[in-house]
């Protein structure tokens, strides 16, 4: 969920020439097999601050001096990469929102299990693999968030970054597409002339 551009409180956060972002990731005690302590701990904490960092570059925080923006993940089922569909998943719901933005963000992993380099790990492979490697990045490939578990050569790195990227330019054409079909039924609905987006 994404609220905002609204006011701060508590308004000593304020900034007088930007808007600031605020994000918060919670992962459900549901959402694993073996319940998760409910509220924040140092992992949410930290998932917080790279999925902020991650989208905070492409948010044009200087037209809103003095507000905040507000994302809020949920983790309702986690089965790894939650850090990478949060971050997707807030990207979207950020331009629905109407935050204007100067491009979208689109995040993916890549992984190393067995020895092999492989795309968006699950649980099993995420745990008892060898290295994780979550990117996000801008449509035209700047990176916004780069983290490593784990260990990889250069050439394994190499191939991970590359994996990864391309993981996250599939996911882009996803993200589009939501937005396209949501708006262009919008705007083909009756009163609703007005709403128009741009491919
Ligand atoms: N996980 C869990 N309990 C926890 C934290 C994580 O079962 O307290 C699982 C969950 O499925 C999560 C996965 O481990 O998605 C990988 O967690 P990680 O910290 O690598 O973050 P993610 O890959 O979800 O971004």
Redesign the pocket.
Known sequence: AVYGPREVHPRHLQEVTRAIVRYRYN?ASFS???R?RPGPDR?SYE?SKVSREALEPVILTSFFPRSVIDVFVEVLQ???????AGINAASVALADAGIPMKSMISSC?AGKVGGTIVLDPM?EE??FGQA?L?IAMTPNGDITLMQMDGNLSKEEFRQAVEMAMKGARDIYELQRRALVEKYSQISAAPGQEGVHLCE
Do not use: Q, S
């Open positions: 992962m694993v097999e073996e998760k992992r998932l986690a089965d790894a990469g939650t850090r990478t992993a649980k995420d745990n994780d979550p």
